[in-house]
């Protein structure tokens, strides 16, 4: 064939593989097998190989993966990208409802629009005189990721628009992954020795995070539409509609609905199907229809008031209890812990929960070894909402709050606090008429009662319980550098009764983090990720985070660079500890005294078991090394802690206040009464500039 045939076999494929891709994924009625288009397409392929220069990158079948980045770009989005308020019932739906009538000062309902909320990625796609240019994730709403080159291997994102648009337009919707892709997937993970996708969403996630295009194109991903930026539209619904005439899938079920009634319709139907459908939803998106009206029903944070995402009840399961332990708080009250064989559910794998309190135990008659029901909605912590007591062997223990707190040993005192406001009561309740699978049988099960009453607490006697120092743990997390964790997000594991100590931190999971408010997955992972990556700390770093009494950080060093091992320390006497040059006799005794309480001895024991591994390196000689120095007063060029690491690193030590062992005093502007006190001693001063020439 001549140049001009092939040009015009070329476009003439694009053109046929454009229309059945559309028929497929747009008008749902696709016109030949998967086989056919397969290949047309590897015939066009061919030509493109063997004819560059008829290459067109903007037409909507060429789809070639480019080179591997780095990393991804930062984009700023035009408009900020919201995310919605969920509602876990109907009844908070029509609360929703009565919200926005308040606002708009109407007494009837307003016209809705239904649409499935997709279990996917929120992306953003730009497009320019109607070619894609340019698309990237939600990020935090305000600033994302350009992931243009892999949006680019989604055969559902058209790179060039039908019809006409305006000249700058902006798509939104989600990158989702197929069920059976997801399996298909999973099952190559589990031959490769790979980690497998929890649920269809992590998997379109993980993928659009490769830095190769062609790993996204191969993960054969999917988009649907869903709202458009620049359109002179009246209503949501229409949106749609325009998106598939410029040649977008958008999801298959939505409704107009005209009265709440109708939106609980729509919900129920769907709740019918949603198992059964080829991409994951977990809930209905409803949405005032009539656009004009956003502007004055506004925006609260980061969600829109004018929508509401209905979710469908919270995923379930069964698994073991394995133990029941127990945790204290900063106020002291002790709240009990289950431990489960880990179990996954709602996406994520779940190994314990809070039981909040004695009443919650005995409501539910939970034993040790019991099968229970657990469930997780989403981003929520974990709850045990239901015992299979017709799988009882016999075994099972029931669980006894202990008389001695778990941390301090001192005694536990009983306390009626009132009013009972279980967090159960708040929870979506088990119909009596459902059926759970468990273990291979169907078991029934009842809805628990969750009337009020007088409500029981258990509390440490000892006021100065390790358990109720906050300081202590920001301490230990700010020297054990988990920058991630602060003291509010201390406070809620503490409340939560996630943790007693420091080193019940070893112990957290993804699952117990993710539904804590304002945390979401990828939060709670950060916070696990850095946790991990410092469970091996220095000695002398260790030391420091214990919160001895008088035992700063020079201290620490000095006692590390001694002794050289945890286990040196523990055993010295105050005598050893006194001959180290900078320690004196009030400061070994309290180090002494520190190692004799059996509460510190047991947290040390329980930081080591939890995965915490302490090593030593001894510091070199340097030029500084049997020098000791005291600084005072603002430097110029670096901070205190930057001259003290220089000090150190050159095998220095450095002291709080001037003697007769000082070596030097490192003297900025404003110098305080140390500077006079060297000059009494006739200890040698230095400046800032005299201290780098000595480096």
Not at 143 to 150: A, K, Q, R, S
Not at 223 to 239: R, V
Not at 328 to 355: D, E, I
Not at 580 to 597: A, L
Request: aromatic share 8%; glycine share 6%; with cysteine.
């Amino acid at each position: 064939m001549s140049d001009l045939q092939i040009q015009k076999r070329i476009q003439k494929l694009r053109d046929e593989i454009s229309r059945l891709r559309f028929a497929y994924h747009v008008t749902n009625n696709p016109s030949v097998t998967d086989d056919v288009y397969e290949s047309l397409s590897r015939e066009l392929h061919n030509l493109e190989e063997q004819y560059p220069q008829f290459i067109d990158e903007n037409s909507a079948v060429y789809r070639v993966a480019g080179k591997p980045l780095d990393k991804f770009k930062k984009v700023t989005h035009n408009t900020r990208m919201l995310s919605l308020n969920d509602a876990f019932s109907k009844d908070e739906v029509s609360q929703w409802e009565t919200r926005t009538l308040k606002i708009l000062g109407v007494p009837t309902s307003l016209n809705y629009f239904c649409e499935l909320k997709l279990d996917g990625l929120a992306i953003s796609l730009i497009y320019e005189n109607g070619v894609f240019v340019r698309g990237a994730t939600r990020g935090d709403g305000f600033i994302g990721e350009d992931i243009t080159e892999n949006l680019k291997m989604i055969e559902t994102i058209p790179l060039k628009l039908k019809g006409s648009c305006p000249e700058s337009f902006e798509v939104r919707g989600e990158v989702v992954m197929p069920k059976r892709v997801w399996r298909s997937l999973n099952k190559t993970q589990e031959k490769e020795g790979k980690q497998l996708f929890a649920n269809t969403r992590n998997a379109a996630a993980g993928s659009l995070r490769q830095l190769d295009p062609s790993i996204v194109k191969e993960r054969k991903l999917d988009f649907f539409a869903w709202d458009a930026i620049g359109l002179s539209i009246a209503n949501h619904s229409d949106i749609h509609s325009s998106l598939r005439e410029l040649g977008f899938q958008v999801a298959p079920y939505e409704s107009k609905a005209d009265t709440l009634d109708k939106v609980f319709s729509f919900i129920d139907e769907m709740g019918k199907i949603r198992e059964n459908l080829p991409y994951g939803t977990d809930g209905i998106v409803v949405t005032v229809d009539e656009l004009a009206l956003r502007d004055k029903i506004g925006v609260v944070g980061k969600a829109p008031r004018y929508m509401v995402a209905f979710k469908y009840p919270a995923e379930r399961a069964t698994t073991i209890v394995l133990d029941i332990t127990t945790n204290v708080g900063r106020t002291g009250v002790l709240t009990p812990l289950a431990h489960f064989n880990p179990t996954l559910v709602a996406g994520s794998t779940v190994s314990k929960s809070t039981l909040h309190n004695m009443d919650q135990i005995n409501r539910l008659d939970i034993r040790i070894g019991d099968t229970v029901v657990i469930q997780k909605a989403g981003d929520v912590i974990p709850e045990v909402v239901e015992v299979l007591a017709k799988l009882r062997t016999g075994k099972e223990k029931k669980f006894k709050m202990p008389s001695k707190c778990p941390v301090c040993n001192f005694e536990v005192e009983k306390k009626n606090t009132g009013s009972e406001q279980s967090s159960y009561s708040k929870s979506p309740r088990i119909s009596s008429t459902n059926s759970l699978e468990g273990r291979g049988q169907t078991v029934s099960h009842k809805t628990l009662p969750t009337s009020g009453g007088p409500s029981v607490a258990y509390y440490c006697t000892n006021k100065n319980c390790p358990a109720k120092n906050a300081r202590a743990l920001q301490h230990f997390v700010s020297v054990f550098e988990i920058y991630t964790i602060g003291p509010k997000i201390l406070g809620r594991l503490k409340d939560e009764g996630l943790i007693s100590d420091s080193a019940d931190l070893f112990t957290l999971e993804v699952a117990d983090l993710s539904g804590l408010e304002r945390f979401g997955v990828k939060s709670a992972e950060n916070i696990i990720t850095s946790i991990s990556l410092h469970k091996r700390i220095l000695l002398w770093r260790f030391i420091y985070a214990l919160g001895i009494i008088h035992v700063g950080e020079q201290t620490a060093r000095d006692l590390a660079n001694h002794f050289g091992s945890l286990d040196k320390i523990q055993k010295a006497d105050v005598e050893e500890i006194n001959s180290i040059e900078n320690i004196g006799p009030i400061v070994s005794n309290s180090i002494v005294k520190f190692f004799q309480d059996e509460a510190n001895l047991n947290l040390i024991n329980k930081l080591i078991k939890n995965g915490v591994t302490i090593y030593h390196e001894k510091v070199k000689g340097g030029i500084f090394s049997g020098k000791t120095f005291v600084l005072t007063g603002t430097l110029d060029t670096m901070s205190r802690d930057e001259a003290k690491k220089k000090i150190t690193e050159n095998g220095g030590s450095v002291s709080s206040s001037v003697s007769n062992k000082t070596s030097y005093v490192l003297a900025g502007e404003n110098a305080g009464s140390k500077y006079n006190d060297a000059k009494k001693l006739n200890i040698q001063i230095v400046s800032e500039v005299e201290f780098l020439e000595m480096l």
